[in-house]
């Protein structure tokens, strides 16, 4: 039976190599020290693991990182999505539909009320259609050079 719960202990070494057999050659590198690191320290406000669990055996999951932004003049309880991988077998509509509901039921439930998202091509559609979530903010990539190394101009 398939289920999604939050996961209180990560494993970070199964983490990484769920991540990169489900993401295949185009996922780059998933290290267990990186996602140790970013689910527990970026912020520093930690993390939230949403787990997707084929009787006990982890097959995927999202990550929330918790963080605070500032929106008007007021400071407030965010997160952001990171890391949404289901290995292949498993994936269906039905599946990330589960894991999104969870996703909305842990911000409710934590009074959460922000949601952050750096997504790719595939987890922009998934964001909008689950979540309503739209682009507040483009941002333009932007590029320098240095003439001098640093101290010496």
Known sequence: MIT???????????????????????????SAERMRWLYQRSFGEGSAILAVFDEGIKVGQIGLIHQRICSNGESGTAVQLVDLFILQPYRSAQLVRRIYKEVERLCLDKNIRFIVALPNDNATLLNERFLKLKPLVWLRIRAGVALFPPGLS
Request: aromatic share 12%; proline share 0%.
């Open 4 to 30: 999604v719960s939050e996961e209180k202990s990560v494993d970070y070494e199964l983490t990484a190599r769920i991540a990169a057999e489900a993401f295949g050659s185009k996922g780059g590198n998933f």
